[in-house]
T-cell receptor, first 115, second 113 residues
Framework: AQSVTQLGSHVSVSEGALVLLRCNYS??????LFWYVQYPNQGLQLLLK??????LVKGINGFEAEFKKSETSFHLTKPSAHMSDAAEYFC?????????????FGKGTKLTVNP | EAQVTQNPRYLITVTGKKLTVTCSQN?????MSWYRQDPGLGLRQIYY???????DKGDVPEGYKVSRKEKRNFPLILESPSPNQTSLYFC????????????FGPGTRLTVT
């Protein structure tokens, strides 16, 4: 069964520093992978998705992620953090189980940006 | 504007008092799903629906019911809420197949006392 693991439930960076949020997946088939962001008191918003095209995926707000099959990873990065990036980030993998399609989410990483 | 709406956004209720959380989408999506979000556990799927009149259990279905009588609506029913159902609930929708990008509602924060 497909699954994702997010390393680090909390990450803290300084404004202007590199953001790196880690996600490893488990999948027996080529995966569809997603990063979602949740700002305080809001729903989830899609940041970017990997659908077996380019391995480097660019998303909104300056975020990007690189699919590395050899490492089964899909880490999210941003070169320079802004205060507005403070949020919770979720990695997810599409799975097909018993004929049903679903997203399986990681447990989330809360990003704090310090001034 | 393409969106998923949920009502109510906030709800405080007492144990055993039946409640319904509504969910509606205007994107003509076939697939709809309910999740609950709890600290440290991420999002867990409660129920999903592949199309009208087709629903199935997700990972944590106990204590919940759903129905899908119309394509746009997918209400979540708690027949006898208990305190362990205090949580943040999200409805989501997507097209079937393809990249399976899901669109999320704004969430419903439920407290059961």
């Amino acid at each position: 069964a497909q699954s994702v693991t997010q390393l680090g439930s909390h990450v803290s960076v300084s404004e202007g520093a590199l953001v790196l949020l880690r996600c490893n997946y488990s999948s027996s088939v080529p995966p569809y992978l997603f990063w979602y962001v949740q700002y305080p008191n809001q729903g989830l918003q899609l940041l970017l998705k990997y659908t077996s095209a380019a391995t480097l995926v660019k998303g909104i707000n300056g975020f990007e992620a690189e699919f590395k099959k050899s490492e089964t990873s899909f880490h999210l990065t941003k070169p320079s953090a802004h205060m507005s990036d403070a949020a919770e980030y979720f990695c997810a993998v599409r799975t097909d189980q018993g004929g049903s399609e679903k997203l399986v989410f990681g447990k989330g990483t809360k990003l704090t940006v310090n001034p | 504007e393409a969106q998923v709406t949920q009502n109510p956004r906030y709800l405080i209720t007492v144990t055993g008092k039946k409640l319904t959380v509504t969910c509606s989408q205007n994107m003509n999506h076939e697939y709809m799903s309910w999740y609950r979000q709890d600290p440290g556990l991420g999002l867990r799927q409660i129920y999903y629906s592949m199309n009208v009149e087709v629903t199935d259990k997700g990972d944590v279905p106990e204590g919940y019911k759903v129905s899908r009588k119309e394509k746009r609506n997918f209400p979540l029913i708690l027949e006898s809420p208990s305190p362990n159902q205090t949580s943040l609930y999200f409805c989501a929708s997507s097209r079937r197949g393809g990249s399976y990008e899901q669109y999320f509602g704004p969430g419903t924060r439920l407290t059961v006392t």
